[in-house]
């Protein structure tokens, strides 16, 4: 992840810190992660991959920097949505899916728009997204 990261390949590493995290919570058969493998997620992993995102994009991606927009717009869903450039599909009841011509993987992307496929692109439920948050800041305390 570390080198896709540092070679800018986003949409790579995006893929790659889904697989990482999956490993990580012993959800590789499963393929996504539910709220409680995010509540027991280890902090060390949660740490090193938010920092690499962090580092790698220059403060502009990462669990961290979706954080602190998720508190700024005060955990509207949609204002956090609209912010990071995410245009949902309607579809699912508690949300949808992210839709896939919406994520981008280059230079226009908005602060905050990466990683993504980790735990909300692939989800109906968007809480399972706000519980990373609260993982991290659980982490912060750790």
């Keep these: 992840m570390r080198d896709l990261l540092k070679a800018g390949e986003w ?53 961290s920097v979706q954080k602190k927009i998720w508190l700024e717009v005060r955990k509207n869903l949609n ?5 990071v450039g995410w245009q949902i599909s309607a579809k699912w009841f508690l949300g949808g899916w992210i839709k896939d011509e ?25 809480l399972v997204k706000w519980n990373i948050y609260s993982r991290y800041e659980t982490c912060k305390n750790i």
Excluded at 16 to 34: F, G, N
Excluded at 41 to 56: E, G, H
Excluded at 79 to 83: E, L, N, P, V
Aim: hydrophobic share 35%; charged share 30%.
């Design 11 to 63: 949409k790579e590493a995006d893929r790659e810190t889904l697989a990482v995290m999956l490993k990580a919570a012993d959800k590789e058969q499963e393929r996504w992660l539910d709220p409680e493998s995010i509540k027991n997620f280890p902090c060390t992993d949660l740490r090193t991959i938010d920092q690499l995102w962090v580092k790698y994009s220059n403060g502009r991606f990462g669990f």
């Design 79 to 83: 204002a956090f949505w609209t912010r």
């Design 102 to 126: 919406s994520i981008k993987y280059d230079g226009t992307a908005p602060v905050g728009h990466l990683p993504v496929s980790s735990v909300a692109r692939n989800l109906t439920n968007p």
